[in-house]
């Protein structure tokens, strides 16, 4: 059969936290457009990137991990992976080059084994690990299941990423394009910049607290400036739960939480070409995981 003159589709990766998800789903996209950090389960949102080709389009939708809930929040982003699970036509299982597999693996794959999606397995950050046990893990990654494709990759080299977006590329059904091709996400801006803040905010602090942090883009407007120049400000709301922690966001004397602010303006700087003013606010809405309220209004 001719191949087709062009495919498209979507696709996620799925996996353990900390897998390599998302810093994988920016490398194929080669725009920040996942929050990614050293602690597990700070992907809260479906984000898409898109990776066009002349003669395709590759919708990445990253989803949080699937895990025990124990939260309200747990269960609707549970929810939420099973829904993004059951509507892509690939879908990427990662698994780290450098740990072994573990009843977390297992327990996902038999989750996938009844979607419709073609599975492939991706075998992350390679650059960790030596040839034989890169060798090692992609056998005993073979034999977890019936793989469309098992492919090593190393985000952070790059090596094999281009080949792993032409492998998943095959596996997408011949489709027109689905979004112009000069878009890389279509996740609201308000969005992106509320997760560029939450991760800054999560930088070098204690492990407890990644759960607890949300944010919320209050009100954003673009002015021009004395000088003819487009200014946007921004003020954003950020939720901790408790007293305990909103000192620790702040920091002394409002030190922390100055750096987040130039940290995470910086980034928004860039995503929108104008100069912005940031204004920052840490409040404590108690339990806002468990409660439905609040959870509709921070997005979830
Ligand atoms: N050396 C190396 N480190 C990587 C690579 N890919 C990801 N990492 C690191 O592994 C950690 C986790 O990566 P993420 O992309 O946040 O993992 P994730 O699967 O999206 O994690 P969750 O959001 O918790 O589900 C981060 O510290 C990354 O910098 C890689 O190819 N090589």
Redesign the pocket.
Known sequence: MAEPAFRSGFAC?V?????????????LVGEKI??????????RRAIRGIVNRDHAQLVLV?T??LHRPRTLLGERLNDLVRETWSDVDVIGL?I?ANEKIGPGDRFIVGELKALKATLIAVV?????VDRPTLTQQLVAVSELADFADVVP?????GEQVSLLADLMIGHLPAAPMLYPDDVTTDEPERVRIAEYIREAALEGVRDELPHSIAVLVEEMSTETTRGGEPLTRIYADLYVERQSQKAIVIGKGGARLRTVGATARAQIEELLGTRVFLDLHVRIAKEWQRDPRQLRKLGF
Not at 34 to 43: D, E, G, K, V, Y
Not at 124 to 128: G, N
Request: hydrophobic share 25%.
């Open positions: 990766f996996g353990r936290p900390n897998a390599g998800k998302s810093t994988l789903t920016n490398a996942a929050i990614t950090s050293n602690r597990p389960q700070t992907t990253d949080p991990g990662c780290p992350t950050k390679t650059d960790l990759v190393s985000a952070v080299s």
